[in-house]
């Protein structure tokens, strides 16, 4: 425990249907700890450290409620009775614990320790506790087969927006901007100061929280962690990228479940983020492009479907893309669709 009396770290997760890989990334939380052990307030213990986690389930269908009061009853679970996106659930949870720092991490992640070392989470705090500016620490994130993934960015240009998830990025994906963008011209191994981390695994000191807030609920899903590590970066708090800690991220189990939706989601938060931080000009632009984009792609799909290739694929394609072109990425509309 903490000299204030609160836990060290809060640990929290957002989860929508996605039941077993929940379980398996709180089982992973509990191997780190001293023996599996669990006190009886809930919290857990990493060396002198304290740990209480909390799960904000997003009306899930699948029975991840009773999952967690059966096998992990130590964990503090908040039913949100609907489905609230990564922002809103977040918050929810960050409003209500209390550790010095918060660790926001995906369902769809499992947090390791090295071969007789340290555990991932000790090595995140450890960076943090080491310079009092420092707000923010990601991790190395690797996929299940250990191959690495991309988790430390800088902010991204409008070029880049522009590509970015589109068939140009598919043609051309080593191209300058994504280069650039994901950090490939520097090296992964060395701990380093990034714009911002990618929202899977992060470790955030509480106290920049309550300098420049929580998340903008504004955004339901996407580029969140990317608004707050901005507002964080123009207070002047560092953003750190640690290698040596390494967690395990699936990527995509839970918005992977409603693709046209995540689409919708992805593009409309991140005309969002333009708005908000390069100006209206930029923001118009890339909503012109993207929508275009679309409009494209309905055109390409109805040819194919013309020549009687895979028509029902087709079919599905081009609905999602009217739907998208329809929705003039309102972020507004954006949360209405999502279950």
């Known amino acids: 425990m903490s000299a204030e009396g609160r836990p060290d770290v809060s640990v929290i997760i957002v989860s929508w249907n996605v039941r077993e890989l929940l379980g398996q990334c709180l089982d992973s939380l509990l191997a780190l700890c001293d023996g599996g052990d669990v006190a009886p307030d809930g919290l857990l213990s990493l060396g002198q450290r304290t740990v209480d986690v909390w799960v904000v ?52 992640t499992i947090v390791t320790r090295s071969p007789g070392g340290p555990d991932a989470i000790s090595l995140l705090i450890d960076l943090a506790d080491s310079a009092p500016d420092i707000a923010v620490v990601g991790p190395r994130l690797v996929y299940g087969d250990g191959s690495p993934q991309s988790s430390r960015r800088r902010f991204p240009s409008l070029m880049m927006a522009l590509m970015e998830s589109t068939p140009l990025e598919r043609l051309f994906p080593r191209n300058r901007w994504a280069r650039r963008y994901r950090m490939q011209d520097a090296p992964d191994d060395v701990t380093q100061d990034v714009d911002w981390v990618t929202g899977a695994c992060m470790l955030v000191q509480r106290e920049a929280l309550d300098e420049v807030g929580v998340f903008d609920e504004g955004y339901f899903m996407y580029s969140e962690e990317l608004d707050l590590c901005r507002r964080l970066r123009a207070a002047g708090w560092r953003i750190v990228y640690e290698p040596r800690a390494t967690v395990v991220h699936y990527e995509g189990q839970s918005s992977g479940q409603v693709l046209a939706r995540r689409q919708l989601l992805f593009d409309s938060s991140k005309v969002r983020y333009f708005e908000q931080h390069e100006g209206p000009t930029k923001a118009r632009l890339l909503r012109t492009s993207l929508l275009a984009g679309y409009a494209a792609e309905i055109i390409i799909e109805g040819f194919k479907w013309l020549l009687g290739h895979k028509r029902a694929l087709r079919r599905e394609r081009m609905r999602a893309y009217r739907a998208l072109l329809c929705s003039g990425l309102d972020p507004h509309q954006a949360r209405e669709v999502t279950p």
């Open 57 to 108: 389930d997003n009306a899930s269908r699948d029975g991840t409620l009773t999952m967690l009061a059966e096998r992990f009853p130590w964990v503090q679970a908040i039913d949100a009775e609907r489905n609230l996106g990564f922002t809103r659930g977040n918050n929810l949870a960050l409003r209500r614990c209390s550790g010095r720092y918060v660790l926001l991490l995906n369902p769809d």
